[in-house]
């Protein structure tokens, strides 16, 4: 045992030791790459193709639809081809969902037959994603000449993906002195007088037809997305069984559970391994000699649980996420290891409690980049909250091994 100990304490010399650390557990992008690709060819994945004009409500139904903030939604759409940008839901590894946009349509500057002939080379695409057309317009835009030329043509030539006309931004014609959203679906003069026109002027380009109204917190009406249910059953009807069931699991908030579990699944692999070096480490009976070493080690886990999720972190980032992440610990990092001092039981105890916080650190930092790339602000409270509960329950699997 005298040798082990000072072996480690040799070890723990080594000025090197935090960059042999990030190699002993480095995770190559291949590895990654099987990992997602295993799940990918399973995954029901969906491309709404949004077509409309600016301000037509679009990033809205992205919102509506994945429960995303307009933040996130606006920073994530790409550049996708010259006239269409792109959003992917949960993420790109694993799209449940795809939105397309059509962005500049309705500016006389642009050529819409480009326009056009981009939509029909994606349309034609030979990927078996399930493909929807959602059809956006303002209740009370009238002036659909060029959205109604491009679904045309676009309908001519695929006749089997299904449309789905959206009349928006209902609020903005309801009677004078109305304050909230009426009991679905809304049955004013204005609205059906405006929507029959726009169904007309759609005549034989749509499967189906519904009126949605999805606005902000700020706005004062309730709900937010008005209409919800309703769009998400037509796109559901229209799909194939397996994206059908996808959808509505995806509006439950399952399936993006279930691929949150799955990366998670994934990090606790190597958050175990991590787990067990910084016991290993921290039975060394010399108090302070391993906090750098640790350090080091959990600076390493995050960033390549960082790297898992699609997050790419600089060591100075990554220890400014356990920083955040484990802030309310490091008293108590302190004190484990003054309990070294006291001879044979601290280094037990030691031992114990850095293996069950780096198991803590894991955990947290899963959630802590699980909303990360579900498109949500990380909630401080719930990773603390799950950081405490984690450690209690490692706590008592590293006392018993």
Request: with cysteine.
């Amino acid at each position: 045992m005298n040798q082990v100990f000072q072996s480690t304490k040799n070890f723990l010399k080594n000025k090197l030791l935090p960059q042999k650390i990030t190699q002993w557990f480095q995770v190559s992008g291949t590895q990654i790459a099987e990992i997602l690709e295993t799940v990918r060819e399973k995954l029901p994945t969906t491309e709404a193709i949004l077509i409309g004009k600016t301000q037509s409500g679009k990033s809205s139904i992205v919102r509506g639809l994945t429960g995303v903030s307009a933040e996130i939604v606006g920073q994530g759409f790409r550049p996708h081809t010259k006239h269409t940008n792109q959003y992917t839901y949960p993420n790109d590894d694993l799209p449940l969902l795809i939105f397309t946009d059509t962005v500049g349509l309705g500016d006389i500057e642009q050529n819409t037959d480009s326009i056009i002939q981009e939509l029909t080379d994606k349309l034609e695409s030979s990927n078996q994603k399930a493909k929807v057309v959602i059809l956006t317009v303002k209740i009370d835009d009238f002036a659909t000449e060029t959205l109604a030329k491009i679904a045309h043509q676009l309908r001519q030539l695929s006749p089997k993906i299904p449309y789905i006309l959206v009349a928006t931004c209902l609020h903005e014609i309801y009677p004078p002195r109305t304050q909230n959203h009426p009991p679905y679906p809304p049955n004013f003069e204005e609205i059906n007088r405006s929507f029959n026109h726009l169904k007309n002027d759609f005549q034989n380009l749509y499967d189906d037809a519904i009126l949605i109204d999805f606005t902000r917190e700020e706005d004062g009406y309730t709900p937010v997305f008005y209409g919800l249910e309703t769009l998400r059953n037509a796109i559901a009807q229209k799909l194939p069984e397996a994206e059908s069931i996808a959808i509505h699991q995806l509006l439950e908030g399952e399936t993006s559970e279930k691929i949150g579990n799955l990366y998670r699944d994934v990090a606790r692999r190597y958050i175990w391994a991590f787990s067990v070096v910084a016991g290993t480490l921290a039975a060394v009976p010399l108090p302070f000699a391993t906090m750098p070493v640790l350090t080091a080690l959990q600076v390493s886990q995050v960033t390549l649980l960082g790297k898992l999720y699609g997050q790419i972190l600089t060591p100075s980032q990554a220890g400014g996420i356990v920083s955040a992440i484990a802030g309310g610990f490091l008293a108590q990092s302190i004190g484990r290891e003054l309990i070294k001092f006291i001879p044979g039981l601290g280094s037990v105890i030691a031992a114990s409690w850095a293996g069950a916080y780096t198991w803590a650190l894991g955990e947290a930092t899963c959630v802590y980049f699980g909303d990360l790339m579900g498109g949500k602000k990380p909630n401080p409270e719930q990773i603390q909250t799950v950081m405490r509960e984690a450690f209690k329950q490692a706590q008592n699997r590293f006392k018993k091994s």
